[in-house]
């Protein structure tokens, strides 16, 4: 399928310090993708770069359609009134959908006539979010749209995206820190690490091709320069994460091990992957450009 967002080469430079360095992706039309990563990994920046709000110092990044983009401080004029809030936008974009925008904040039970500074911040990211809807883009950027809302104000937050995106072919990229928000949405995952794209697939697919072991200590052999336990008798599969307890050892296995009887084997869960790759920065798998077309 042909990708909405691709990236080749992207590298974004602030000064001496690289924030993105060599990170090539493409996301696939009709999905939504979760873009994950520790604190300076390099997401916004990649955000940034995909809106056109920044440009690469090395690469570059395309959009197919029109992008729509809601910042992590969700920018609204305060002073305004709802009403006057989806006045400028209707000025500002051609392809707006005013009705679309109407019936959603009304379903929402937001009152135009109230200024934005006096809506809760729940309130505050369904108008962002409205706004950023109604422009009818084929490409939604959403950086922490879910951050200092309470379980209520997330949960209906989220449920707006998937009515969107079950309405029509919407392509979404989002990222949070809480791996738990994304697991029912989410199809599509890219985890960046230290400026580095480390992970870049289908949900299903990533989960489908690790394996999760626990076994008895024993089972691992000597220890790595790093201190990780090395562990063998597993054919082709390469080890992405390993930790041990005087008993036990654990591992993230990519690949299908040819397993021990002794090894007990389970299908990962999404926040396990992720943390997995998240603490070995040296691995990585990278099967998404293989699997979209050009």
Same mark, same amino acid.
């Given at each position: 399928?042909?990708?909405?967002?691709?990236?080749?080469?992207?590298?974004?430079?602030?000064?001496?310090?690289?924030?993105?360095?060599?990170?090539?992706?493409?996301?696939?039309?009709?999905?939504?993708?979760?873009?994950?990563?520790?604190?300076?990994?390099?997401? !916004?920046?990649?955000? %940034?770069?995909?809106?056109?709000?920044?440009?690469?110092?090395?690469?570059?990044?395309?959009?197919?359609?029109?992008?729509?983009?809601?910042?992590? @401080?969700?920018?609204?004029?305060?002073?305004?009134?709802?009403?006057?809030?989806?006045?400028?936008?209707?000025?500002?974009?051609? =392809?707006?959908?005013? /009705?679309?925008?109407?019936?959603?904040?009304?379903?929402?039970?937001?009152?135009?006539?109230?200024?934005?500074?006096?809506?809760?911040?729940?309130?505050?990211?369904?108008?962002?979010? !409205?706004?950023?809807?109604? /422009?009818?883009? @084929?490409?939604?950027?959403?950086?922490?749209?879910?951050?200092?809302?309470?379980?209520?104000?997330?949960?209906?937050?989220?449920?707006?995206?998937?009515?969107?995106?079950?309405?029509?072919? %919407?392509?979404?990229?989002?990222?949070?820190?809480?791996?738990?928000?994304?697991?029912?949405?989410?199809?599509?995952?890219?985890?960046?690490?230290? +400026?580095?794209?480390?992970?870049?697939?289908?949900?299903?697919?990533?989960?489908? +091709?690790?394996?999760?072991?626990?076994?008895?200590?024993?089972?691992?052999?000597?220890?790595?320069? @790093?201190?990780?336990?090395?562990?063998?008798?597993?054919?082709? *599969?390469?080890?992405?994460?390993?930790?041990?307890?005087? =008993?036990?050892?654990?591992?993230?296995?990519?690949?299908?091990?040819?397993? @021990?009887?002794?090894?007990?084997? /389970?299908?990962?869960? %999404?926040?396990?992957?992720?943390? *997995?790759?998240? /603490?070995?920065?040296?691995?990585?798998?990278?099967?998404?450009?293989?699997?979209?077309?050009?």
């Amino acid at each position: 399928m042909r990708p909405v967002l691709e990236a080749a080469g992207l590298g974004v430079r602030y000064r001496r310090a690289w924030a993105l360095r060599d990170c090539s992706l493409a996301v696939p039309a009709g999905r939504v993708a979760a873009l994950v990563g520790p604190n300076g990994a390099g997401k !916004t920046t990649l955000m %940034l770069a995909a809106v056109g709000l920044l440009r690469p110092s090395r690469g570059g990044v395309r959009v197919r359609g029109e992008v729509a983009f809601v910042a992590q @401080d969700k920018p609204l004029y305060e002073s305004f009134t709802v009403a006057e809030t989806l006045a400028f936008g209707r000025r500002m974009n051609t =392809r707006w959908d005013d /009705r679309a925008a109407l019936d959603r904040l009304g379903t929402l039970g937001i009152p135009l006539d109230r200024k934005v500074g006096r809506l809760s911040g729940g309130q505050q990211a369904q108008v962002a979010l !409205t706004l950023a809807l109604a /422009r009818r883009p @084929d490409l939604l950027v959403l950086d922490e749209p879910l951050a200092n809302l309470d379980p209520l104000a997330r949960h209906d937050v989220m449920r707006t995206i998937m009515a969107e995106v079950a309405r029509r072919e %919407l392509t979404v990229l989002l990222s949070s820190h809480v791996v738990s928000d994304l697991e029912e949405t989410c199809d599509w995952l890219i985890v960046l690490n230290g +400026g580095r794209l480390q992970v870049s697939g289908g949900i299903e697919e990533l989960l489908d +091709g690790h394996v999760a072991l626990t076994g008895p200590v024993e089972l691992a052999g000597g220890g790595s320069p @790093d201190g990780k336990p090395v562990a063998g008798g597993l054919g082709g *599969a390469a080890v992405v994460s390993a930790s041990r307890t005087p =008993r036990q050892v654990a591992l993230l296995v990519r690949g299908a091990p040819v397993l @021990d009887p002794r090894w007990r084997a /389970r299908r990962p869960g %999404l926040e396990e992957l992720v943390m *997995a790759y998240l /603490r070995s920065p040296e691995s990585a798998a990278l099967p998404g450009l293989a699997g979209v077309g050009a």
